[in-house]
Structure formats: C-alpha cells, structure tokens
C-alpha cells in the first residue's frame, strides 16, 4: 500500500516541487489550498469592516495551484481556516502589540494551523503524513523525530518550525529540504511548472501590499506619546508604540537635529504603561546590546537534560547564531545566557535552540536583560 500524504499546495515553487518530489517517492499525494484570511469574513468577527483592509493574493495564488495540480494529476482540495486563524494566530498578534512586543505569526501559523488544524484535517482524510515547501530537513535520533537545518542554509525555515512539537514533526515530511533553492527552480522548469519563475512571496499574506503601521491602525488604536531619550531628553512625538521595533532605525523622521551629530538614530526601548518611546544614536548604541533574556512557551524536543551540551540561538530570521547556555527556571522557560551579548533581543519574538545542525525547540523571548539590568524592550 502506497503511504498516502496530504500537501499544502501554496501556489508557489517551492511547494510544487514538493509536489514533485513526493509523487518520485511513490507517495500517494492529495494537494490542499489553506485559505487562512479574508477580509470579508474578519471583518464580520471584528464586527467593525473597514474600508482599508489589505489586499491578499490568495484568489491568484489558489488559481497557480489549481494549475500545478491539474499538471502533475493530482486532486486539489481548497479549505478554509480563516476562523481557526483568526482565534489562535491573528489575536495573540494584536495582543502581543498591544502590550508593545513585536510578534511573530509565521511562527504561530505553522503551529497552530498547518501543522495543527491542518494536520488533524489531514488525519481525518486518513493520511500517513502532511508536507510542506519548508526548507528544513527530519530526520531520526534513537528512534525520534528530529529537525535539521535545511540544505540551503539562505533558505533555511527551522526558525520558523522551532516550536512544533516531536507529535507534529512525527507527521511531516520535508521534501525539498535537501535542495538548495535554485535546483528548486530547474526542477520546476525541466518539469515545465506554471509556477517555476514566479516570485517568491515575502511579508505577511493578511497585510498584503500595504503599509504594515497602516494596516495595524484598522485594528488597535493609536496613542500619541514622547519620543525621549534614555535620560528623558525630549525628541518629539511618537505616533503610537505599536509602530516601533527595538534597533528600529527608519521611519523615525528625527536625523539632521543641529544640536546633535549626524549619527542616525534608533529605537533602544520603549514603555508601555507611560507610552514612552526611547530613541539614541549610533547603531553599536550600548543599551541595544544585551547577555541574557528569558524564553518562556518552551518546546523542547529530545533529550531535556542541558548539562554539558552545547547550544547556539537565533533570535532573529537569518540572524547567524549566538552561543548560549540554557538553564530551566520551570518546564516551559529557559534563561537563556548568551556571553558574547547580541544585539536588539526583543521581546515578542521567538527564539530558535539549536544544538548543531539539529534544531532542539524553541520559544517566545518574555524579558532581556544585560548584567542583570533589565531593558526597557
């Protein structure tokens, strides 16, 4: 009996070589379209539409899979976990700016929805296993599922993966994970693929082409504060908090002040319950530097015992790796000590553990601190 897989058929390259690559293993491959926003549908939740909601390429994208499907002769499903998106992804989103963190949702995407919703949708379709077009590679270690970084280390997706849980990876299939990605693109084209020369997709789908503070504002409210300096030297005004991210140094409109150098200026932290925001010069400014942070909604696969192992991090998307040495403080919070400092840590964001090629978990970065002083991220 051939082992059957459902495949999340994106509309782009990638995923169609998946597509490709599993149907060469001998898999018996069923295509699904996740269809995760529409603005007609959120603004129906909200309960307040708004004339100015972004505007996704989902249609065209569902139209490329379609034709990738009806090319490689598999059935394509369309479904819908705009709800399921909604709940569990796009509302922790605006909390977490809310209370002035930068958040994730690529991360939460593929827990909560294409390895979760998705995968049980897929289970109930009496599947083996899902796949996906991530760069990332599984393997076995002692009969366990593990996560390896991807071939192509530009492309690599573990970051993004880093909280699935051993359950969920035990379900998933990485097919071109062993492809750099421009074998990616001559399979495509040798197989004559609708989809072989079109871009790749960047930013978040449910923002679109938009402004990303202009599409946050249907949403939150904005609250003017201070821009000031560390020691309380007024700038100017901010246009709300949620517009920043620590080590943010465009948008700010404060260069060329005459009492000051031409050093460009960025975003060090920010305060929530007074609505300041804290802006200084340089990039290498001190307080943008930290050695310590804690990672609480841990995910930890493997092996839970730390002592004499050694650990990298990433804090950020294509960020190179930080050594750290990782303590438990409960079951699902690590201190993470990182003694060569990095810079802009910031709360909000996840935070990949990696021991080697082998991705070990990951979480959310909760405090930041540099020598026990806590930053005002």
Not at 239 to 260: C, E, N, V
Not at 266 to 273: A, P, Y
Not at 278 to 297: A, R, T
Request: glycine letters at 8%; proline letters at 3%; one cysteine or more.
């Amino acid at each position: 009996m051939k082992k059957k897989v459902v495949l999340g058929l994106s509309g782009g390259v990638d995923s169609a070589v998946a597509l490709i690559k599993l149907k060469e293993e001998g898999y018996d491959v069923i295509a699904v379209f996740m269809r995760n926003w529409d603005s007609f549908v959120n603004d129906d939740i909200l309960g307040n539409p708004t004339l100015n909601d972004p505007i996704c390429t989902q249609e065209q994208d569902y139209l490329d899979a379609k034709k990738v499907a009806e090319q490689l002769n598999v059935p394509l499903y369309r479904i819908d976990f705009i709800e399921e998106y909604w709940d569990y992804v796009f509302k922790y989103f605006l909390t977490e700016y809310e209370k002035g963190r930068t958040p994730n949702p690529d991360i939460l995407c593929n827990t909560e929805i294409k390895f979760k919703a998705f995968l049980k949708y897929a289970m109930e379709m009496d599947a083996d296993y899902i796949a996906m077009g991530h760069y990332a590679q599984k393997d076995f270690i002692d009969g366990r599922p593990v996560l390896k970084r991807a071939k192509d280390e530009s492309k690599d997706q573990t970051y993004f993966l880093s909280q699935l849980t051993e359950e969920q990876l035990e379900k998933a299939l990485f097919p071109i994970g062993d492809l750099v990605k421009g074998e990616v693109r001559k399979i495509a084209e040798k197989e004559n693929i609708a989809v072989a020369k079109k871009k790749d997709s960047t930013g978040i789908c449910f923002i679109g082409e938009r402004r990303f503070g202009e599409f946050l504002s249907n949403y939150m409210l904005t609250k003017k504060g201070k821009m000031t300096m560390l020691d309380g030297t007024y700038i100017k005004d901010h246009d709300g908090l949620f517009y920043y991210t620590i080590g943010q140094r465009k948008g700010l409109k404060i260069g060329g002040m005459k009492d000051y150098s031409q050093e460009p200026w960025f975003v060090v932290g920010k305060d929530v319950e007074s609505n300041t925001l804290y802006v200084e010069q340089g990039f290498h400014h001190p307080y943008l530097y930290s050695n310590k942070c804690i990672v609480k909604d841990v995910v930890f696969r493997g092996n839970r015992d730390l002592a004499e192992r050694t650990f990298t991090a990433k804090f950020r998307y294509r960020q190179k790796d930080h050594d750290v040495e990782l303590k438990w403080l409960d079951k699902t919070t690590l201190e993470v000590y990182y003694p060569k400092k990095a810079r802009a840590v910031t709360p909000g964001q996840a935070a990949a553990f990696y021991e080697g090629e082998v991705c070990v978990g990951g979480g959310f970065i909760d405090t930041v601190y540099y020598n026990d002083e806590k930053r005002k991220y």
